[in-house]
């Protein structure tokens, strides 16, 4: 028999969320997830009416869901934010040319503004010329330098307050096993609080 969510008890449920222990079906799930930030924002406060928010967006799930539920909660809730996507184009052949595909089609879909900052235009090179010169070994580390102060040089051009990025829980345990493993106990305890 199949189990019926545990929200609205008229659908089937989809899911079971590890955090909750709740089984829901999909659009229950939604609205869950959807509350949950919604609830995190207010708590801690993130935003004021009429700040300029920089939604990092790759054209993966991660930023994708973000964009939408930023849009979404910001309507839903009123929060008076002027949102806007910034994606980075790091000059990696065949690996950032469909993802900047997904991200002008999130632009038109959820209609908010678009700055793609490329690693050319601001450094005056490419990650494939970086790998030229520094070969395959530690590209990963220059990479996510550069990309994340691509990210805030192009916040400063577009004069956003606040940047917001996407991040699922798998991120953020590899980021800790990472911390962990290097034996970085000042990034750990960044990561952990």
Known sequence: ???????????????????TGHSLCKACFFW?????????????????????VG?????????????HVMK???????????LMLISVDEGITGYRDDSLETVKRNQQQYELPLKIVSYEELYGWTMDAIVKQVGLKNNCTFCGVFRRQALDR????????KICTGHNADDVAETVLMNILRGDIA???RCTA
Do not use: W
């Open 1 to 19: 028999m199949p189990v019926l969510c545990s929200c609205c008890s008229e659908k089937r449920a989809v899911l079971k969320r590890p955090k």
């Open 32 to 52: 869950a997830f959807e509350e949950e930030v919604h609830q995190t924002i207010v708590a801690a406060k993130l935003f004021r009416p009429g700040e300029t």
């Open 55 to 67: 939604i990092a967006a790759s054209g993966g799930k991660d930023s994708t869901v973000l964009a």
């Open 72 to 82: 979404l909660l910001n309507e839903r809730h009123s929060y008076g934010l002027e």
């Open 154 to 161: 192009g916040a400063v051009m577009l004069k956003v307050d």
């Open 187 to 189: 990034r750990l305890r």
